[in-house]
């Protein structure tokens, strides 16, 4: 099983009844598998006319409390990008994977990061977050798939699982773990009929005095209960690194083959991995953070979330970048010659 | 005489705050008054679109979705899906369904998805201030268009129950107007067969209806019933295009 069919089995395991997609590489495993299983489980596939016709499909089931995802890849997600506007805006739950390609443009169709700005900034207009994933492997893809519907319907706010090109293209084995359902607030808010109850209405238009800037101090508030709750990550051998390593996704794994190499040969050297993107584990980083020691964010992208660290070490520790844009793919060798020369000084 | 009819339930007493004499207000009350009298309103969920119907989630009485410009087909689409049980409408505008949103409504037409769609042509872009629609006609003056819509650069009037009505998906496509008693009866009654589609499981259908905009047309509500009458009906011809395999049946 393919990276990408282990998160669209997850996803019918997490109890998603309706997926709308539109196909682009690498990320096609995903309709096609739903398309063969998820009506079986009595859910909805539907192969819209195009990205931004099914983030709007997805609105409306979810508008109607389903559990609904799409799926795509970098080009396609920037169509839905005012789509995930909406879903934020009126506090609508839905899970959206970007398993990123090379760009800007049409780019290339190998494995990429560079969508991390758009995925953590909001992406589309407006004051919004979304919690964004960042699996590093299948295990995690099958996990971080199922916990965002629960995390949807929790805060009832769009997810992004963020994959890249190579992820979903992975098999190894892994543990598929059986869904287990929190529990959730009933969604009194979906629409459906309004027997025995006042209409309920489904919106993001706030146009009274005042009304919008509230609704949007409601969401602010809902991000920083994310920030103080759900924010996840991993560290390995940091606690006397001089240098610490920041990678995430696929880049993650490059960078901990090349870490644990150095750690071999007595180097003082860690590795952190945000599992969260948005929420970002600022407070941890900082607490890492301190003047005799060094990070070094590793990136398929010209550097991004390098400023994310910046902000979240804000002066305490260098930090410097490591990159490859465009679809390229740095080798663990290379990099381990990169750390190498930093640790050497 | 001060005789004045209630009312129908599904729409509420509030103030329709829409301009004297615009198509919207009528059309509202026609939509409620067939979900009424069919008794539905309680399986009901409309779209309100982006256009002067914005607060259409204000005036109706039922479950209302509010949907990004254009996309109401494809959202109405995951709705009906997921809730086959429900009666599911969109309302939307000519700019809304006709401009930014033909591929939504094209496609959830050629799906035949179950869903009716109401669509409210004005020859303008009402909410925006009077620029002009795909549906402008040759000529016409629109705060777009000041020498008049010129097709050689800016195309022809759009024949959207026509185009629709050429696909297999559709179960109803018509055309009607709200110019008079008449008209505004046939309305009611290709209303209420539109839902009726619905509740026959007889998939998607479409009821454009040529509506005044006095405010964009810089005319008074009469003289804009009359340009109505003599120049869009000119355009776009009144009928039933489509109906469950009696296609292209055309009057008017
Ligand atoms: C993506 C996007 N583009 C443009 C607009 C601005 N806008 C609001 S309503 C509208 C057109 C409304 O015209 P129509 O659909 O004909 O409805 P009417 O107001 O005439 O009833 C436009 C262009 C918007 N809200 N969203």
Not at chain 1, 199 to 216: F, H, K, T
Not at chain 2, 53 to 67: H, K, N, R, S, T
């Amino acid at each position: 099983m393919k990276g990408n069919e282990a998160l669209a089995e997850a996803a019918i395991q997490a109890g998603c009844s309706f997926y709308a997609g539109y196909p682009i590489t690498p990320q096609n495993e995903i309709p096609e598998y739903l398309s063969r299983k998820l009506p079986a489980a009595g859910g909805t596939f539907i192969q819209a006319e195009s990205e931004v016709a099914a983030i709007n499909m997805v609105y409306g089931a979810s508008a109607c409390g389903a559990r609904a995802m799409t799926s795509s890849s970098s080009p396609g997600i920037s169509l839905k990008q005012e789509g995930i506007s909406f879903l934020a805006g009126a506090e609508l739950p839905a899970v959206i994977v970007n398993m990123q390609r090379g760009g800007p443009g049409l780019g290339n169709i190998s494995a990429s990061q560079a969508d991390y700005f758009q995925a953590v900034k909001g992406g589309g207009h407006g004051d919004y977050r979304m919690i964004v994933y960042a699996p590093y492997n299948v295990q995690e893809l099958w996990d971080l798939t199922l916990l965002a519907f629960d995390k949807a319907d929790e805060y009832r706010t769009p997810v992004m699982v963020l994959g890249d090109g190579i992820l979903g293209q992975m098999m190894e084995p892994f543990e598929p773990t059986p869904y287990v359902r929190p529990l959730l607030p009933e969604k009194t808010w979906a629409l459906g009929g309004c027997v025995n109850r006042q209409p309920n209405v489904v919106r993001s238009l706030y146009m009274a005095d005042g009304e919008l800037e509230r609704r949007n101090g409601l969401l602010q508030e809902k991000y920083r209960t994310m920030k103080a709750r759900d924010v996840l990550y991993q560290t390995y051998d940091v606690g006397d690194a001089e240098l610490i390593v920041v990678s995430f996704g696929i880049a993650a794994r490059i960078a901990i083959a090349a870490v644990r190499k150095l750690r071999e040969e007595g180097w003082k050297i860690g590795h952190f991995r945000p599992v969260t993107l948005f929420p970002f584990p600022e407070r941890q980083l900082r607490e890492l953070a301190g003047p005799d020691r060094r990070f070094m964010t590793v990136e398929l992208n010209a550097g991004q979330m390098v400023e994310d660290v910046r902000l979240a070490v804000n002066g305490r520790s260098d930090v410097l970048f490591y990159g490859r844009p465009g679809g390229a793919i740095m080798t663990p060798e290379e990099l381990y010659e990169r750390l190498k020369d930093e640790l050497k000084g | 005489m001060n005789k004045t009819i209630d009312r129908s339930p599904s729409l509420k007493k509030v103030p329709l705050r829409y301009c004297p004499g615009c198509g919207h207000i009528i059309i509202h009350r026609l939509i409620a008054e067939v979900i009424d009298a069919l008794n539905i309103r309680e399986r009901t969920i409309g779209i309100a679109p982006v256009g002067c119907a914005v607060f259409a989630y204000d005036y109706f009485d039922i479950d209302m979705l509010e949907v990004a410009h254009g996309r109401p087909p494809a959202a109405a689409t995951g709705m009906k899906r997921v809730r086959p049980d429900s009666i599911v409408f969109s309302y939307q505008g000519d700019g809304d369904l006709a401009s930014i949103g033909t591929a939504e409504i094209v496609h959830a037409a050629n799906r035949g998805e179950n869903i009716s769609v109401f669509f409210v042509n004005n020859a303008t872009y009402g909410m925006t201030g009077g620029q002009m629609a795909p549906t402008t006609l040759r000529g016409q003056v629109t705060t777009t268009t000041p020498k008049g819509r010129e097709t050689g650069t800016a195309g022809y009037p759009l024949h959207v129950a026509e185009m629709l009505a050429a696909l297999e998906g559709p179960s109803l496509i018509a055309r009607t107007a709200v110019d008079s008693p008449a008209n505004v009866k046939t309305t009611r009654d290709l209303i209420e067969r539109s839902f009726r589609c619905q509740l026959e499981n007889k998939g998607f259908s479409m009821i454009e209806i040529l509506s005044a905009c006095p405010t964009n047309w810089n005319m008074t509500p009469s003289q804009s019933t009359i340009w109505l009458r003599e120049h869009m009906m000119n355009e776009f011809k009144l009928g039933v295009f489509r109906d469950a395999g009696k296609a292209n049946v055309t009057r008017g």
